[in-house]
């Protein structure tokens, strides 16, 4: 079963509250990555968990948040959203090295009013 | 700085024609390359990947790839499209990220519409 599941499908937000995004993978990958993907835009690389290592992106360092529990789940977690925000947010993960498939849940929607 | 390039943004064709998708890439080190495709309210999925040997890969639904290192591209192929088809193709690839750590760097994708 090579599923990665994400909840919400769709989340609304007020500016200034925290938002917390779950993604959860049964394949016991080793590393877990979470992109935001907005339109006419290439999905971003945020973040990543490596085992239990989270690496994140330079320019979205103090933005974003994130925690990995045990290897099946991990969140994105927003302190204070705003409206730049808004965005469809896309879980991912896989195993091994550079040539590795990445396999993604279907995301979610994220709208910051 | 490492980026991937899809300069189509939209691209519409006939039901039976053919297509060919174009990505360029700018890495510095051997590249990993990958096409993914994103049908409506799913996520993405993978219809091939490139790291070694024959330039030419294949994908599923009768979808192909063709690597060129001098030209730095990876452009997708498909000899005859179906309706089915239309979705949003996005070209990716895997750099490292330091240490054993990779990332898939992807372009803004192009939407492909298929027309009766």
């Known amino acids: 079963d090579t599923t990665v599941k994400q909840n919400p499908r769709y989340k609304l937000a007020r500016v200034g509250k925290p938002v917390n995004l779950i993604c959860s993978q049964t394949?016991?990958?080793?590393?877990m990555y979470w992109y935001q993907k907005k339109p006419n835009q290439a999905p971003k690389l945020l973040l990543f968990?490596?085992?239990?290592?989270?690496?994140r992106e330079a320019d979205t360092f103090e933005k974003f948040q994130s925690s990995r529990p045990n290897n099946s789940f991990c969140s994105l977690y927003i302190g204070s959203a705003g409206l730049e925000y808004s965005a469809m947010y896309l879980c991912?993960?896989?195993?091994?090295?550079?040539?590795?498939?990445?396999?993604f849940g279907s995301g979610t929607r994220l709208t910051v009013l | 700085a490492q980026s991937v390039t899809q300069p189509d943004a939209r691209v519409t064709v006939s039901e039976g024609a053919s297509l060919q998708l174009r990505c360029k890439y700018s890495?510095?080190?051997?590249?990993?390359l990958f096409w993914y495709v994103q049908y409506p309210r799913q996520g993405l999925q993978l219809l091939l990947k490139?790291?070694?040997?024959?330039?030419v890969v294949q994908g599923v639904n009768g979808f192909e790839a063709e690597f060129s290192k001098s030209n730095s591209s990876f452009h997708l192929r498909k000899a005859s499209v179906h309706w089915s088809d239309s979705a949003v193709y996005f070209c990716?690839?895997?750099?490292?990220?330091?240490?054993?750590?990779?990332?898939?760097?992807f372009g803004k994708g192009t939407l492909l519409t298929v027309t009766p």
């Open positions: 990716a690839v895997s750099m490292s990220s330091g240490g054993s750590n990779y990332k898939l760097t």
């Open positions: 890495y510095s080190a051997t590249p990993y």
């Open positions: 394949m016991n990958h080793d590393t």
């Open positions: 968990y490596y085992d239990k290592i989270l690496n």
């Open positions: 991912a993960s896989r195993t091994g090295g550079a040539a590795e498939t990445l396999y």
């Open positions: 490139y790291y070694s040997g024959d330039p």
